[in-house]
């Protein structure tokens, strides 16, 4: 067997480990729930070797949507205690989440309808379309809510309320700005008297990946305190604004919005859909106001405080997505791959880190602030293509599939030497590489 055929045999073993039956668990022991990007990840590598069991995947998801179409972040597993479980969230303090299933209150980067168009390439015509047509009424009403409630000003950006739905919990920016003026007077006692130890105890996270991969604790306290200002006001998204906190555009969230734009009219246009003209216009609109994230001086992306408008100048590898969304200009996509080329910036043995290596908060083992993390490498990938920079992308595609072999597949991993980092036995990891491994070919 090839060093590739090893590699697709077992990352078929860690979905099949992590296979719950109607869907995938990003990993045992941390992660225990159904989680929103995941799932769309792992179905984008499932729909290689079991296309139905990818459908599954998705519907699987569309069981926790919300009343107001919301798509919730996690779907919990019944029983499982973990650092997140539904008690923490207690969905059911809102009338608006789903009467027969516990989620948590927030939701994730919109991979839904990337997802649902990986799966319908590989479906013949007919079937491509009444795969469509079944998840139509969900896809739309997701898309709907998240103009409707999350861009209330009708700016044409999608706001999120806590960094866990932009799914890079602790880069650098959130961090930034928590720590500026949002973190409440205990805990900065804590983090002041340096008695922020206590916390460890408390943290189930930490028992299964080492602590200086994960959050620090004042990170870690200063989400769930977030959280619980969340669950206060019910998940309502007016109540929650009254008295925001953290607010923010999030530049990645919104490439993958825009993205998710241009699949949503296509699959309308073969299934013979009108979108509703609002929506229609909103996404339009989109695209244009994704232009006042960037900045001339540095001339890169950003992304943006909702209630003041100003620019988190705060580099991650978000700045890298608008070649996911697809809709920048031909120079400004060239002047984002110099950066990624650049060897101070993203150019590291197995990029990308998360976070630049030229940032002051760049630690190459600590979650979102310099690991290289699979699903940013394939947004990438993708978007490298869209622009024509073959090249550039199969060599990014290339060094990621180096990395997992030579590691296995973990959460995330040292960008300069290409170790694993994070739980063991990771679903998306392992799906995007059969995905990386597929097009090879
Ligand atoms: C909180 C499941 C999720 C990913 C996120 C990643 C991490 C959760 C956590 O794990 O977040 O949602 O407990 O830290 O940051 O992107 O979806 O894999």
New binding site residues.
């Given amino acids: 067997m090839g060093v590739n055929d090893d590699l697709l045999a077992s990352a078929k073993k860690v979905l099949d480990t992590n296979d719950k039956g109607n869907y995938t668990i990003?990993?045992h022991g941390?992660?225990p729930h159904q989680?929103?990007?995941?799932s769309c990840f792992i179905a984008i590598g499932q729909r290689h070797f079991d296309v139905e069991r990818a459908k599954i995947e998705i519907l699987s998801l569309l069981r926790g949507q919300w009343k107001n179409g919301m798509l919730p972040?996690?779907i919990f597993t019944p029983g499982k205690k973990a650092?997140?479980h539904e008690g923490h969230w207690q969905s059911w303090l809102s009338p608006l989440s789903p009467d027969d299933v516990s989620t948590s209150g927030i939701t994730?980067p919109p991979m839904l309808a990337e997802a649902v168009v990986r799966i319908g390439e590989t479906l013949p015509l007919t079937e491509r379309r009444s795969w469509y047509g079944q998840v139509w009424p969900n896809l739309l009403a997701y898309h709907e809510w998240m103009y409707r409630e999350r861009d209330p000003h009708g700016e044409g950006l999608a706001l999120q309320i806590h960094p866990?739905e932009t799914?890079?919990?602790n880069t650098p920016g959130w961090m930034e700005l928590l720590g500026e003026h949002l973190l409440p007077w205990w805990i900065r006692l804590l983090a002041r008297l340096h008695i922020d130890g206590i916390i460890s105890w408390f943290r189930s996270?930490t028992r299964y990946v080492p602590a200086q991969e994960r959050?620090s604790n004042i990170e870690a306290l200063a989400l769930y305190d977030t959280q619980l200002r969340l669950r206060r006001k019910a998940y309502d998204t007016d109540k929650i604004l009254d008295h925001s906190l953290f607010a923010v555009e999030d530049l990645a969230f919104n490439c993958i919005l825009i993205r998710a734009n241009t699949h949503l009219r296509q699959i309308a246009l073969s299934i013979r859909k009108d979108l509703p003209e609002d929506l229609y216009k909103r996404m339009e609109l989109a695209e244009k106001t994704l232009e006042e994230l960037w900045d001339p001086y540095t001339e890169q992306y950003y992304s943006r405080d909702f209630i003041t408008h100003r620019l988190l100048k705060q580099p991650s590898v978000a700045t890298l997505l608008p070649l996911y969304a697809g809709t920048i200009s031909e120079e400004r996509a060239k002047l984002l791959v110099k950066m990624l080329e650049n060897e101070h910036i993203f150019g590291t043995a197995y990029p990308i880190p998360s976070a630049p290596r030229n940032s002051t908060w760049f630690n190459p083992i600590c979650?979102?602030q310099g690991p290289s993390w699979v699903n940013i490498n394939w947004l990438v990938i993708d978007g490298l293509k869209r622009y024509g920079f073959d090249e550039h992308a199969a060599a990014l595609r290339d060094s990621t599939l180096e990395m997992i072999s030579k590691s296995d597949c973990y959460?995330y991993f040292n960008p300069m030497t290409g170790n694993g980092l994070g739980t063991k036995n990771?679903s998306?990891t392992a799906a995007l590489a059969i995905d990386l491994l597929a097009k090879e070919k």
């Fill in positions: 990003p990993a941390l992660y989680w929103l990007w995941d972040h996690i650092a997140m994730q866990w799914g890079m919990d996270d959050l979650y979102w959460e990771f998306w």
